[in-house]
């Protein structure tokens, strides 16, 4: 069976600090990839997804950044932290499908707090 | 613009009644639709999907029901138990090219009582 992980899982850094969040998938080959971020009193926000090694697209500007190293593998980044990057972070991932029915699965989450 | 809505941001119901989350789209091309389950500081977790081809499926006590003319969906949960207590999230996607990105309403937090 499929399963994903990410860490950490919770972080508080002051402002103008890196970050650098982790993410690996088991389980699957060639799975869609992705970063959400949750703020306070808010929806899900995807921010960055990725279908292949190399290939990240986002979503809203930002000061963050993804990457794909590795197939399984999705990493999120900031070289300078802002107050407002804190909320709940969460990785996920697909079965990439032409038609219809993408269903997304997701992480625990990584709880931010800059400060 | 908010494409998927949920308008009732809480939901409070009695153990063993039946529990109602509703969930509107504006979004034409949307033709599949998810509810999701969150407690406070875990991940989302995926409960029931539906194609928009179908109005209606169950898996054993949730049962999403579509209506397109209405762009309206809804969740039912019977019987609601205390353990359903969390944030429910109604998503949806859009057939086509887009197809990977789940557009998400804002959530409902359903609180079941004993």
């Known amino acids: 069976s499929q399963t994903i992980h990410q860490w950490p899982a919770t972080l508080v850094q002051p402002v103008g600090s890196p970050l650098s969040l982790e993410c690996t998938v088991e389980g699957t080959s060639n799975p869609n990839l992705y970063w959400y971020r949750q703020a306070a009193g808010r929806g899900l926000q995807l921010l960055f997804y990725?279908?292949?090694?190399?290939?990240i697209s986002s979503e809203v500007p930002q000061n963050l950044s993804a990457s794909r190293p590795q197939d399984r593998q999705f990493i999120l980044s900031s070289k300078k932290l802002l107050l407002s990057d804190s909320g709940f972070y969460l990785c996920?991932?697909?079965?990439?499908?032409?038609?219809?029915?993408?269903?997304?699965?997701f992480g625990e989450g990584s709880w931010l707090t800059v400060v | 613009d908010q494409q998927v809505k949920q308008n009732s941001p809480s939901l409070s119901v009695q153990e063993g009644r039946i529990s109602i989350l509703n969930c509107d789209y504006t979004?034409?091309?949307?033709?599949?639709f998810l509810w999701y389950k969150k407690y406070p500081a875990e991940g989302p977790t995926f409960l029931i999907s539906i194609s928009s081809i179908k109005d209606k499926n169950e898996d054993g006590r949730f049962t999403v029901f579509l209506n397109k003319s209405a762009k309206h969906l809804s969740l039912h949960i019977v019987p609601s138990q205390p353990g359903d207590s969390a944030v429910y999230f109604c998503a949806a996607s859009a057939r086509g090219g887009s197809n990977y990105k789940l557009t998400f309403g804002k959530g409902t937090l359903l609180t079941v009582n004993p």
């Open positions: 996920a991932w697909s079965v990439p499908r032409k038609s219809s029915g993408n269903t997304i699965y």
């Open positions: 990725s279908v292949g090694i190399g290939q």
């Open positions: 979004n034409s091309m949307f033709d599949y």
